[in-house]
């Protein structure tokens, strides 16, 4: 069956983020045509997309869309700031079989403005762990804090 990892996050993303990354959190229903399935899709739908690991991913709409465990709490939301930046708040539980949740995060990180804490990320057989940026790179903490440097995205040895 597998093991769900779920992760929340609060994200501020920069005012000049790209309107395609914009496009693609608010409704990414329409580029998928409501199929669901980024195999499915033709090469020319394919280009639609990102250049990115992220959207090499069959499974990358249990995270942009409505998720895979669907008796969990689970939502994206993102919402425009009256300063101009916005504000992206997602809750997702999945099986992160190919490293969705880290390829997203990779993909989402040049738009990210804060720096520090922004969420939890919790294997079901694992501990909580805190999701932070820190100089442009996502980290989630080990729940060892002397790991802490080497559990992250940017990492030399990460294959991100």
């Known amino acids: 069956m597998g093991q769900y990892t779920k992760f929340k996050v ?10 395609r990354i ?32 992220f959207f090499n991913c069959p499974r990358l ?18 919402v425009k ?3 101009g930046d916005w504000s992206l708040s997602i809750i997702k539980s999945l099986k992160n079989y190919e490293s969705e949740i880290e390829l997203f995060f990779s993909w989402i990180s040049p738009y990210v403005k804060q720096e520090g804490v922004c969420g939890t990320y919790k ?10 940026f820190l100089n442009g790179n996502l980290h ?10 080497n559990d992250c995205l940017g990492w030399p040895g990460f294959p991100y």
């Not at 608010?26 to 280009?47: A, G, H, M, Q």
């Not at 989630?140 to 440097?149: A, S, T």
């Open 81 to 83: 700031c009256k300063n």
């Open 22 to 53: 914009i496009q693609l959190l608010k409704d990414p229903s329409v580029d998928f045509k409501n199929n669901l399935d980024i195999d499915n899709l033709t090469d020319e739908e394919r280009t639609s997309f990102p250049e990115h690991a």
């Open 61 to 78: 709409f249990f995270i942009l869309g409505e998720g895979e465990n669907k008796e969990k709490e689970e939502s994206l939301r993102l």
């Open 140 to 149: 989630i903490g080990d729940p060892e804090p002397d790991r802490f440097e």
């Open 10 to 19: 609060n994200l501020t993303l920069i005012p000049n983020t790209p309107e």
């Open 123 to 132: 294997y079901e057989e694992t501990g909580e762990r805190e999701v932070s």
